[in-house]
Nanobody, 120 residues
Framework: QVQLVESGGGLVQPGGSLELSCIASGSIFRIVAMGWYRQAPGKERELVARVNAGGGTEYGDSVKGRFKISRDNALNPVYLQMNSLKAEDSAVYYC??????????????WGKGTLVTVSS
């Protein structure tokens, strides 16, 4: 059973910074990509940032230039540095892993989420 554990959420003032981290444990044959998504109350879950095994990154339009995703060589753990935070960044942030359990079986795993609140 693969598990993702997120940490680093909390309360921060507008303009402040936070760093989230996500560590995967369990039997993983190969990681294809790891990323962060967020969901605010009453809204759909949206992509924040994602990094693939080749190092390619993708960001949601609303966080470009403010957030940065990084990872160790093995794509685990993965970090999300969030700068210039705004009230609209408040949400539950979820870590996601896409990969393979073995040569054949793919997996799409989600963490339980960590709450980020941006408020004065």
């Amino acid at each position: 059973q693969v598990q993702l554990v997120e940490s680093g959420g909390g309360l921060v003032q507008p303009g402040g910074s936070l760093e989230l981290s996500c560590i995967a444990s369990g039997s993983i044959f190969r990681i294809v990509a790891m990323g962060w998504y967020r969901q605010a109350p009453g809204k759909e879950r949206e992509l924040v940032a994602r990094v693939n095994a080749g190092g390619g990154t993708e960001y949601g339009d609303s966080v470009k230039g403010r957030f940065k995703i990084s990872r160790d060589n093995a794509l685990n753990p993965v970090y999300l540095q969030m700068n210039s935070l705004k009230a609209e960044d408040s949400a539950v942030y979820y870590c996601n892993l896409m990969g393979y359990r073995d040569y054949v079986n793919s997996m799409d795993v989600w963490g339980k989420g960590t709450l980020v609140t941006v408020s004065s």
